[in-house]
């Protein structure tokens, strides 16, 4: 096998290959390749975080400290969430552990607003005038 051949190896590479296999493909994946391995244990996204809005932790940072892109960073915190991790976030400050019962509905709050207005898009868009 000559170098263009060669398959992925990275771990980014390798979630990235699985990921864009599911997006395309319409096929049923595991997230469970979504860690990073540290000292031969999985590592998850909130191992990195800290309890409180003020230690917020940028995407950058966690793409760096993770050695992934940030798409696979932001389907690793959905995992997370989805398996009961209350992982928040903050466009200013970044992703954090609710220190607070505030804090945790600051964010809840946040997304769902964020979902009524790309609902509230989306009905615009089906509105729309039709495709000439």
Same mark, same amino acid.
């Given at each position: 096998?000559n170098?263009?051949e060669?398959?992925?190896?990275s771990?980014?590479?390798?979630?990235?290959?699985a990921?864009?296999?599911?997006?395309?493909?319409?096929?049923?994946?595991s997230?469970d390749?979504?860690?990073?391995?540290a000292?031969?244990?999985?590592?998850?996204v909130?191992?990195?975080?800290s309890?409180g809005?003020?230690?917020?932790?940028? &995407?950058?940072h966690?793409?760096?400290?993770?050695e992934?892109?940030?798409?696979?960073? !932001? &389907?690793?915190?959905q995992?997370?969430?989805?398996?009961g991790?209350p992982?928040?976030a903050?466009?200013?400050?970044g992703?954090? &552990?609710?220190?607070?019962?505030?804090? !945790?509905?600051?964010?809840?709050?946040?997304?769902?607003? !964020?979902?009524?207005?790309?609902?509230?898009t989306?009905r615009?868009?089906?509105r729309g005038a039709?495709?000439d």
């Amino acid at each position: 096998m000559n170098a263009k051949e060669k398959a992925p190896t990275s771990a980014a590479t390798l979630a990235e290959a699985a990921t864009e296999t599911a997006a395309f493909g319409g096929a049923t994946i595991s997230y469970d390749y979504l860690t990073t391995t540290a000292a031969g244990r999985q590592r998850k996204v909130s191992d990195f975080l800290s309890h409180g809005r003020e230690n917020a932790v940028p &995407l950058r940072h966690l793409k760096k400290l993770m050695e992934t892109n940030g798409r696979t960073v !932001r &389907l690793m915190i959905q995992q997370e969430r989805l398996s009961g991790t209350p992982i928040c976030a903050d466009n200013l400050t970044g992703y954090y &552990l609710p220190a607070t019962e505030e804090e !945790r509905t600051a964010c809840v709050r946040s997304m769902r607003h !964020r979902a009524g207005e790309i609902m509230r898009t989306a009905r615009a868009i089906e509105r729309g005038a039709g495709l000439d």
